[in-house]
């Protein structure tokens, strides 16, 4: 059974302030693992997708980078614009049954302080 | 890009009725959309697969009598919850890929926030 473990459950920065986030996952075969962004009573939206190991990803602030059992998100210089749940999902290399599912972390609550 | 939409944005009604909630995409055909449910600080737990003129998929705990899903079209999917209880006071999200292909990125309704009195 797919497993994903996001650390920390909470994080608080101040504007400016440097800092990456943790996703731990286990899969018997990653066919992609995503991040998301969500705003509190909304939906996840959706930021990147990595596919294999060594690979990154960067939009505006953010960065994602892979290994083969964790991917982190690199905030650089956030702003309390930044500041909501990242949520990190794998999708495994299943069968046909699987309609291609994604199984989430937990999330991690971002607070950045102006 | 794409957009799932998804009405009501809350609803409330009352311990023994039925309530429907629609996830339509917008801008492209989803053949398969996904039911998602969300606790208060908790993550994402995936329901069901909705697949576009067949059964849904549900997963392991979840009463497929009790949240009835119906994919009758390529932009719609619809998840009724029936005889609604307060323990299913939740924020249930749905979710469609934009592409067939099966690693493309979910795109996510902005949920509907269900309280059951």
């Known amino acids: 059974e797919d497993q994903v473990t996001q650390s920390p459950e909470a994080l608080r920065l101040q504007e400016g302030e440097s800092s990456s986030l943790n996703c731990s996952y286990t899969v018997s075969g990653l066919r992609g693992l995503f991040w998301y962004r969500q705003d509190p009573g909304k939906g996840p939206e959706f930021l990147f997708t990595?596919?294999?190991a060594g690979e990154e990803k960067e939009k505006e602030r953010l960065k994602a980078t892979l290994t083969k059992k964790e991917s982190f998100l690199h905030i650089t210089a956030p702003k309390p614009e930044d500041s909501a749940t990242y949520l990190c999902?794998?999708?495994?290399?299943?069968?046909?049954?699987?309609?291609?599912?994604?199984?989430f972390g937990q999330g991690t609550i971002l607070t950045v302080h102006p | 890009g794409a957009v799932v939409s998804q009405h009501p944005s809350w609803v409330i009604c009352k311990s023994g009725t039925s309530v429907k909630i629609e996830c339509r995409s917008l801008?492209?055909?989803?053949?398969?959309m996904f039911w998602y449910r969300q606790f208060p600080k908790q993550s994402l737990m995936l329901m069901a697969t909705s697949n576009e003129g067949s059964k849904a998929t549900y997963e392991q705990g979840v009463e497929k009598d009790k949240f009835l899903i119906n994919h009758a079209s390529l932009t719609l999917s619809t998840l009724t919850v029936t005889s609604a209880h307060p323990e299913d006071s939740s924020f249930y999200i749905c979710?469609?890929?934009?592409?067939?292909?099966?690693?493309?990125?979910?795109?996510f309704g902005n949920g509907t926030r269900l309280t059951v009195t």
């Open positions: 801008d492209f055909q989803a053949t398969t």
């Open positions: 999902a794998v999708q495994e290399r299943a069968g046909g049954t699987s309609y291609g599912k994604l199984t």
């Open positions: 990595l596919y294999s």
């Open positions: 979710s469609a890929r934009e592409t067939m292909g099966y690693n493309s990125p979910l795109h």
